[in-house]
């Protein structure tokens, strides 16, 4: 062990390897010119064929050595893992999680701002109703977030995209408007959306159009 411990700190595992295969060719050396003797060569003759054996193990075997796996500091330099992932930015890019689906709109977000400011205009010019236009925006800004998480708790729950967007108008009403037409509060707005942000299909808006399929008042079977 000390020997070992020597030859790494003068020339590191190559060193140590390299008087290892020389020690060892000497031992092979004299054993087989004692062998050779004792089967009744002559010292020369045997002399000669433990330097070729010896010759043939070095060359060899010699390579051989540097793939045991031998105690001591590694010949490899340390990469610290924040160091790795910071190199290879792939290792720790994360996948996606499994089963979760991007769900598609039943319409693009245009077509729906359209239809919403339709709705709430026609409320405005037939009541004559002033509202700012800061306030006008957002509160169809609140609709439009509210309709596409209700309209994508529907589909998750396995509502036909085809009924969802034939009673569309029938759901905007039931979200947004009272009795008579006329359009829900701003801050009423702000309570749907903590609700849904909480949780989208215990909120209220969504059990409210959870009692108006169920009672058939929007037609989601037929």
């Not at 020369?44 to 010896?54: E, K, N, P």
Request: charged share 25%; glycine share 6%; aromatic share 10%.
């Amino acid at each position: 062990m000390l020997f070992y411990l020597l030859c790494l700190s003068i020339g590191g595992i190559s060193f140590f390897i390299d008087v290892l295969s020389k020690v060892a060719g000497f031992i092979g050396v004299k054993a087989l010119s004692l062998l050779f003797s004792k089967m009744g060569c002559s010292s020369a003759l045997a002399f000669v064929i433990g330097c070729a054996f010896r010759a043939l193990v070095t060359t060899e075997a010699s390579p051989s050595l540097a793939h045991w796996m031998l105690p001591g500091p590694s010949h490899q330099p340390h990469v610290a893992e924040e160091d790795y992932l910071r190199d290879h930015p792939v290792a720790h890019r994360s996948a996606p999680p499994v089963g979760l689906e991007v769900i598609k709109p039943v319409i693009e977000d245009g077509q729906r701002y359209d239809e919403l400011e339709g709705r709430l205009n026609r409320h405005l010019l037939e009541n004559s109703d002033q509202i700012s236009t800061t306030a006008y925006h957002d509160l169809v800004d609140k609709q439009h977030i509210i309709e596409k998480s209700i309209e994508e708790e529907l589909l998750h729950d396995e509502y036909s995209r085809d009924r969802i967007y034939t009673n569309r108008y029938e759901i905007r009403e039931c979200l947004f408007y009272k009795k008579g037409g006329v359009p829900l509060k701003e801050k009423t707005l702000d309570l749907y959306l903590k609700e849904i942000q909480r949780n989208p299909s215990h909120s209220i808006p969504y059990r409210k159009i959870q009692k108006k399929i169920k009672s058939f008042k929007i037609d989601f079977f037929f």
